[in-house]
């Protein structure tokens, strides 16, 4: 039996953390609930994403590379991905073209300042996420 209950947080590297904290707040509209700081400066910040999960932020003052990647990306649910994808073009921001994926799941990708992908899942009755089915990659 598995004592872990659910995700946590992801963590992320930011070149500029304010730039980061603008998007993360501004045009995806989540709730900032804390901030770290280091040597007098800002160093992070800590994202809401709903149910007790959140995004991780530090300032990443190194070019990102293999031994130090921002990461692979990062996936948040939405509820209304037209809706999802409407609020952020209204906000300039790029975004691609929604596609259901191999996992019968509706999906679009962005990416934040520093360059981390993030893809926005709509789940449907047909998702393996919900029904388990096996996926076959095709990428």
């Known amino acids: 039996m598995s004592v872990i209950k659910q995700l946590g947080h992801v963590c992320i590297s930011a070149n500029d953390v304010a730039e980061s904290k ?53 996936c948040l649910e939405v509820s209304d991905i037209d809706a999802f994808i409407a609020e952020v073009k209204s906000k300039n921001w790029a975004i691609g073209e929604k596609k259901m994926g191999v996992d019968n799941t509706w999906q679009v990708w962005l990416a934040d300042p520093s360059g981390v992908p993030i893809e926005v899942q709509e789940y449907t009755e047909k998702s393996s996420q919900l029904t388990g089915v096996d996926c076959v990659a095709n990428w």
Request: hydrophobic content about 45%; charged content about 25%; cysteine-free.
């Open 22 to 74: 603008r998007f993360y707040m501004e045009v995806l509209g989540l709730k900032n609930v804390f901030n770290f700081s280091k040597e007098g400066k800002p160093f992070g910040f800590y994202i809401d994403v709903g149910n007790n999960t959140y995004i991780e932020v530090f300032r990443q003052d190194v070019a990102a590379a293999m031994e130090r990647p921002l990461m692979k990306h990062l």
